[in-house]
């Protein structure tokens, strides 16, 4: 048979003289629907189901081997009409069949194609095993089908089938389901089956007809849509695994293995510290704190300064600005990583003071200023500066002692650029770069501005700018005496100095401060009606105390008298002709820049 794999016997013979057998109704009479589909390619064949309108006994499945088939009793004819053209006749008598007979229907898909019924005895009939039937006639002796009369066996049940059919006809009733058996091998019915006219299903669609007499095999649209689930599942469970494998490979990396060695360590300390720390204070003071680096045509420097008010006024060391000259640069970095351009408003080689300004800053944090006549030696300070370009610096000490008569500077031989600073003296460590920078107390209040060191390389003097390291004698302007400056150099542009109007013998080798004996360049060792005038005061004299403090040299006088203000009165001792007196003075002014 063509598609199915069987080779095709001969066809079988029909009885002689069997009478046809007229249908007892065409399909669709009684609401029956159309025998079922053949696959293209294979001979069609009757579908395999008892049929209620011919009642008789079921079919006895066949023990033996294929092609058998078991004969029951034979049926009174039914009346016979004549059987449609092409169509062959229906025996009223049971059918029996070698292949099993199923019991409850079950259906299969089969292809759709042209379907044309297998023709049935019109009474029980045999075909022995390995027999070869001759052809059929219709009761006229003509060919059933139109045809030669020939019929195919089908080796699978031993019924004939037409070897060829004609074009069905249109048909437009109703479609009979799938009988749910395979297209070649299924049993016979028991039952005679009303075959359909030709052309039944050439606009039937079988996929859309009802199902009956059992389940379908999945189709590969159910089998698709029964796996979405198993595949999602898979893909969660594959990002599941993936999620819980990364954790614990940066679990691995960040702490290390299960078996590797854990040190004890204590919980972090979030609570804030108290104001008068270490901590504290440089806390409350670095916003405030100040990096500057200046640029000149010869040398460039690095120092640090502090922000006096809102307008964006810094105080820092004269020596720190001096190498800028009058066309050099000036930046300023606070402590948050902001620059700025800064100009000079004013500057004081004496006191060793200048203040810088910035401008278009906003957010800035001026220091509040202490007073530093009332600081005891043992105070705690702090100093935060730039050694060494190192910017935010804390280090801690202690006020080590006060009015430490210091001078520093003197590189233009002149003395034009000597300052003279009563100082607090501290040990904490300020080195190169700290000068400009400010001491403050315990409640981070400015009490000093960091100038001098003794460095340990320098073997004796004082140095703003020594390169030398600390070795816990630094010395800072008091802030008393640099608020003043300030003030004047901001307002005025320039400092006042306190004169007595003297000169002295800065060579003296004795204790005390010699007033000249003799005029130098024309200058007379007392100016006449200055304040050393007024009070008494003789070429000669050695002074040697003030306001009760000892003096034991030219340069200390000097310190001491700047340590005031002009106008203040100074009660001062005096030997002359080896006998003490007392004067008192009104200090004058001077005035530099």
């Known amino acids: ?323 800028a000259g009058s066309g050099g640069e000036i930046s300023v970095t606070f402590s948050g990583g902001q620059t700025a351009k800064a100009k000079v408003v004013g500057q004081d080689g004496g006191y060793d003071l200048a203040v810088v300004q910035v401008e278009g800053v906003t957010g800035l944090r001026p220091l509040t200023l202490g007073n530093s006549d009332s600081v005891q030696v043992g105070d705690p300070v702090v100093a935060i500066g730039a050694p060494f370009d190192l910017a935010n610096t804390v280090t801690s000490g202690i006020i080590s002692a006060k009015q430490r008569p210091i001078t520093a500077g003197g590189e233009k031989g002149d003395g034009s650029d000597v300052s003279y600073v009563d100082a607090l003296q501290t040990d904490a460590p300020i080195n190169p770069g700290n000068s400009g920078g400010p001491l403050v107390d315990a409640k981070a209040r400015v009490i000093g501005i960091n100038s001098a060191i003794r460095a340990a390389d320098s073997g004796s003097g004082l140095g703003g700018g020594a390169q030398g390291g600390s070795i816990g004698l630094g010395f800072a302007i008091p802030i008393n005496q640099a608020k003043r400056v300030a003030e004047e150099l901001i307002n005025t542009g320039r400092a006042t100095h306190p004169v007595i109007g003297v000169t002295l013998e800065m060579e003296y080798a004795g204790d005390g401060a010699r007033v000249g004996e003799h005029s130098k360049s024309g200058k007379q060792p007392v100016t006449p009606g200055g304040p050393g005038a007024k009070a008494g005061i003789k070429p000669g004299d050695v002074i040697t105390t003030v306001d009760g403090s000892p003096v034991h040299s030219g340069e200390e006088l000097i310190v001491k008298i700047r340590s005031h203000r002009p106008g203040d009165t100074l009660a001062l001792t005096l030997r002359r002709g080896g006998k003490d007196r007392s004067v008192r003075l009104s200090l004058g002014s001077s005035s530099t820049g």
């Open 1 to 323: 048979m063509p598609g199915t794999g069987y080779p095709s016997p001969p066809p079988p013979a029909a009885p002689v003289g069997a009478p046809p057998a007229a249908p007892t109704g065409a399909p669709g009479a009684r609401g029956e629907d159309p025998p079922p589909l053949a696959h293209p390619g294979e001979q069609p064949h009757l579908a395999r189901t008892a049929d209620a309108a011919h009642p008789g006994p079921a079919p006895e499945p066949c023990a033996s081997r294929p092609g058998l088939q078991k004969s029951g009793p034979p049926q009174p004819d039914a009346p016979q009409t004549p059987a449609p053209q092409g169509s062959a006749p229906q025996a009223p008598g049971p059918q029996s069949s070698s292949a099993h007979v199923p019991g409850p229907q079950s259906s299969s898909p089969h292809a759709p194609g042209p379907q044309t019924p297998a023709p049935q005895a019109p009474g029980p009939q045999t075909t022995p095993l390995g027999s070869v039937p001759g052809p059929a006639a219709a009761p006229d002796g003509s060919a059933q089908d139109g045809t030669d009369g020939a019929f195919v066996p089908h080796p699978g049940d031993g019924g004939p089938r037409p070897a060829a059919a004609p074009a069905p006809a249109p048909y437009a009733a109703t479609p009979r389901p799938f009988s749910g058996l395979p297209a070649d091998h299924g049993p016979a019915s028991a039952q005679g089956q009303h075959p359909a006219p030709h052309g039944a299903w050439q606009q039937y669609d079988p996929w859309s007809a009802p199902l009956q007499g059992g389940p379908l095999a999945p189709s590969p649209y159910d089998r698709r849509r029964r796996r979405r689930p198993l595949v999602a599942g898979a893909v969660a469970l594959a990002l599941l695994a993936g999620a819980i494998g990364g954790g614990i490979g940066a679990y691995v990396e960040r702490y290390g293995g299960i078996n590797d060695i854990r040190l004890p360590q204590s919980a972090g300390d979030e609570a804030g510290r108290r104001p008068d720390s270490v901590a504290g204070i440089a806390q409350t003071a670095l916003p405030g704190v100040v990096t500057i680096h200046v640029r000149g045509s010869a040398e460039q420097g690095t120092g640090t300064g502090f922000v006096l008010d809102r307008q964006g006024h810094i105080l820092t060391n004269n020596h720190v600005v001096q190498p």
